[in-house]
């Protein structure tokens, strides 16, 4: 995944900062890569690569371990994060299902993130929520019994709440031409009975 503008500058302050810290001790490799990962929120290739030339390792080493320990991300998180459950019980009862239909929707894969950063899905184990089967976390909020209509629900869902936010950003308050505010029903008939 390409680095968005900035990025390269922030991954080496970042990186240079935790080098600093545990200094070029090969032992200390994973706390270096789970530091790295908590201030970037991901290890992108560049960080591996400076934390390979700092403790004078091959990066090839680097990546055996990131690639190793399912607790490192490869990929950046999306601005909303997916993760489907492929527990026994969401398995059995559509968990592929759902996993292929964000897949098709999104036009990534398990794993990934989309180009423009707004979404990242993954495969997780069991939630603990196997009445709901099957389940998928969405922003740490698990929605129940997903279909592929509930997927298209959901994503569409998420991106009516960027366009809400833009909106409240600007005049969000004021009603559009197109649209007229709406009384509450009833409530003319109840103020002419008063004012009788």
């Known amino acids: 995944m390409e680095l968005l503008e900035g990025e390269r500058e922030e991954i080496i302050k970042q990186v240079g900062e935790v080098m600093e810290k545990y200094q070029s001790d090969r032992e200390k490799l ?3 890569l789970q530091e790295v990962q908590g201030r970037l929120g991901y290890l992108p290739l ?3 690569e400076k934390v ?3 403790m004078d390792i091959p990066t090839v080493d680097v990546y055996g371990m990131t690639t190793f320990y399912n607790q490192f991300r490869l990929n950046p998180p999306g601005e909303h994060e997916i993760k489907v ?3 026994t019980a969401c398995y059995m009862v559509g968990g592929q299902i ?3 239909s964000f897949e098709r ?3 990534i894969n398990e794993g990934e993130t989309t180009a423009d950063r ?3 899905l993954e495969r997780v184990a069991c939630v603990g929520c196997c009445t709901l089967a099957p389940v998928v976390v969405v922003n740490e909020m698990v929605e129940g019994h997903v279909t592929p209509t ?3 629900g959901l994503l569409l869902s998420l991106d009516g709440e960027q366009k809400e936010g833009a909106a409240e950003a600007g005049t969000a308050d004021e009603p559009s031409s197109d649209e007229q505010p709406v009384e509450a029903e009833g409530k003319h008939d109840r103020e002419g009975e008063q004012s009788k």
């Open 52 to 54: 390979a030339e700092a």
């Open 46 to 48: 560049l960080a591996m």
């Open 30 to 32: 994973l706390p270096v």
């Open 150 to 152: 509930r997927v298209d």
């Open 118 to 120: 707004k979404y990242s």
């Open 85 to 87: 459950c492929m527990g």
């Open 105 to 107: 929707r999104l036009e």
């Open 98 to 100: 759902a996993m292929d």
